[in-house]
């Protein structure tokens, strides 16, 4: 924990026209507000290890600072729903098998990472998860030749790759007999 706390504070808010690394700003305001309202529900049953606070930068208030938050039951909203922003849970387990099933115990399933060792876990545990993407000691890893989307209620089809042309085309089959 105290690792993913002090690799966290690597991630503060910064604006990034000026060349240092970090967290740029969410898509905008509102956003940030939608964000940002997650992390006081979060500690009201939970503990928020880091972060949780907005930053104004260069006029704006649509940055907030990484959060790490614990303690929460398994079944929190907040482990459950897409927040989009920079705010993770952590809960422990101790099995493989009940990691899998604390990820998929939710209504969406876009992406997900593993973070291991073995490269047999790797796989394993890829395998067992419900997300379109599952991205192996590494997080968001995309690429235009590789489709892009989720399953359950993250997402409608697939983005990138000749998969995205599906969302855009009506395939459409004539038989004709003659004679």
């Known amino acids: 924990m105290q690792l993913l706390a002090e690799a966290a504070a690597g991630y503060r808010p910064a604006d990034p026209l000026a060349g240092v690394a970090g967290n740029g700003a969410l898509i905008s305001t509102a956003h940030a507000d939608a964000v940002s309202a997650w992390v006081p529900r979060g500690a009201a049953d939970g503990t928020v290890l880091f972060g949780g606070n907005r930053v104004e930068i260069s006029g704006s208030n649509a940055y907030l600072e990484?959060?790490?938050i614990a303690g929460l039951p398994a079944d929190h909203a907040v482990h459950r729903e897409e927040i989009f922003g920079p705010v993770a849970v952590v809960h422990p387990f101790d099995a493989e098998s009940e990691a899998v099933?604390?990820?998929n115990a939710t209504d969406y399933g876009l992406a997900a990472s593993v973070w291991t060792s073995s490269l047999g876990r790797a796989h394993r545990v890829a395998g067992g998860l419900v997300a379109g993407t599952v991205s192996v000691n590494t997080v968001d890893a995309l690429g235009n030749t590789t489709p892009f989307g989720g399953f359950r209620q993250s997402g409608f089809g697939r983005d990138l790759s000749l998969h995205a042309f599906d969302n855009y085309t009506?395939?459409?089959?004539?038989?004709i007999q003659f004679g």
């Open 101 to 103: 099933a604390l990820a």
């Open 66 to 68: 990484p959060t790490l």
């Open 170 to 175: 009506a395939p459409k089959t004539t038989w």
